[in-house]
């Protein structure tokens, strides 16, 4: 990371710092089980993405003719999903009279062609809403199994060639009972501003919404072995040792990242692994 980025992030560490995130309205929310265990950070061949995380593991099953979700967008659809589900305590959800209007909301500027935003926007929103997703615990005593369908209805009625143009209908999204349940019951705070200033970077992103759920309970230094830390964050990283190395050095340089925005994050990288020390929660609990 140049030095003009961390400056920026630095700068807007600060803006979000100068206001509380609940009355600026930038407080928002992440749903528990994709802060345990994250989404592929890249493109995935076949139907099924696994994360662990201790006993806790993720399954994510796709559609073959759809693929799975990938990348920074669907983090950021899960925690607008997440955060109206738990402001508005609706299954049914509005998304927004255009497509710019929704996108502003993501902080993406729309953006036409093969590769521009809105492209790359409706394609990861089919492969999150098509996705299942399969939790299960086991720690060689207890199991436990839960199925849950994050979204079970969507009509996305926007013109991709309009962004800024009404549509004859509302687009909309009705969630997955079980998955309301779960968001709107044990939701993860985090700063919206927060997660938009950090958005190009997958990892980055969960290590931000992980360090503020740890943070909000930690009571004791902690290390956690890099080996556990890549087998929850480092999708696509092998377990070679080359491998291994990669990931640490990319999970330094983002968590640098993180803590330009989090600045009140304790935080040190030993040979070992990543030591936790008990910090000031990034959202405050009032």
């Known amino acids: 990371m140049n030095k003009d980025n961390l400056n920026k ?17 930038a407080l928002g929310y992440m749903a528990r089980a994709l802060v345990q265990a994250t989404l592929p950070h890249s493109k995935v061949e076949g139907t099924e993405f696994v994360r662990k995380n201790g006993a806790y593991t993720l399954f994510m099953l796709a559609r073959s003719e759809v693929g799975l979700p990938y990348g920074s967008i669907p983090r950021l659809l899960m925690a607008w999903l997440t955060t109206e589900a738990v402001k508005t305590k609706n299954r049914e959800l509005v998304l927004g009279h255009t497509l710019s209007e929704f996108m502003a909301q993501l902080d993406l500027v729309p953006t036409g062609g093969r590769w521009g935003t809105i492209t790359r926007l409706r394609e990861q929103m089919v492969r999150l809403f098509a996705a299942s997703v399969s939790c299960t615990y086991d720690d060689g ?11 079970t209805k969507a009509n996305l009625w926007w013109d991709p060639k309009s962004p800024q143009q009404v549509g004859l209908f509302e687009s909309t999204l009705t969630l997955g009972e079980d998955f309301f349940n779960e968001v709107t019951t044990y939701p993860i705070p985090i700063d919206i501003g927060a997660l938009k200033a950090i958005k190009r970077s997958p990892m980055a992103l969960d290590i931000y919404c992980w360090l503020t759920y740890r943070m909000s309970y930690l009571k004791k230094s902690t ?33 640098k990242k993180v803590h330009a925005i989090y600045r009140d994050v304790k935080v040190s990288s030993e040979e070992d692994g990543l030591v936790l020390h008990p910090s000031k929660p990034h959202i405050s609990k009032k």
């Open 9 to 25: 992030l630095i700068s807007e560490s600060l803006a979000i710092e100068a206001r509380d995130a609940k009355e600026s309205g």
């Open 223 to 255: 290390v956690i072995p890099w080996e556990v830390l890549q087998i929850q964050f480092g999708a696509g990283y092998p377990s070679t040792t080359r491998g291994k190395l990669d990931f640490k050095r990319a999970f330094i340089r983002e968590m």
């Open 141 to 151: 005593k207890r199991w436990a199994m839960h199925d849950v369908k994050p979204v």
